[in-house]
């Protein structure tokens, strides 16, 4: 990975130490443009990936995209097809829906950041399988470790369990906050999930349970008990 944002830093620090200062000054904009710098590095990193299978039925790679200095991040679990047509994560069906979880709360879809454990579609929308996962992981690693938000929601068994290294059920995990690395992470239904079983009311009405949770640890403010998603 290119480190000119690390050398950058480096002389920052020097810079600050012999003006005599003890404390490190680090104004917002200097933190969001590195934070920028940092995932431009990843993507760049990354290239036109060939390191696993998945790369020979892409159009695109999908990074993801936001707001480099979000306190909220959500994580899916793969490109679908109008992703992979675009290059933008969640701008499909369920991407609208997600769209709408995220207004629900408060804020706009520009101020949070969106990603997926993989980079590439998996074929027919099947699962990405493990050693895909395990190719791909390190850059969405890279990239949590860039943004630095304040809480994680995982959206989905696949993102769910590849962050929190378990195989329990959304159902028997969502609802209540888990850690990945020091990060909050709260995990809830995948909004394709959501969309399959609109008849049922209840999937969507635990959804936004859990965002409502987030929401509090955000210090935003939560509507009132009757609103649902």
Known sequence: MPLHWLE???????????????????????????????????????????????????????????????GLMLIGEGPGAEEDRQGRPFVGRAGQLLTRMIKAMGLDRAEVYIANVVKCRPPDNRDPESPEIRTCFPFLEAQIGAVRPEVIVTLGRIATGTLLETRGSISSLRGRFHEHKGVPVMPTYHPSFLLRTEHDRQYKKEAWTDLQQVMVSLGLSVPGSGETL
Do not use: W
């Not at 200062?21 to 920028?36: A, E, K, Y």
């Open 8 to 70: 950058q830093a480096r002389n920052y620090l020097e810079f600050q130490m012999n003006l005599g200062f003890t404390d490190v000054l680090m104004p917002t904009r200097v933190q969001m443009n590195s934070r920028q710098s940092v995932l431009d590095s990843i993507r760049a990193e990354i290239g036109d990936c060939t390191r696993c299978a998945l790369h020979k039925s892409r159009i695109n790679i999908v990074f993801g995209e936001g707001n480099p200095n979000a």
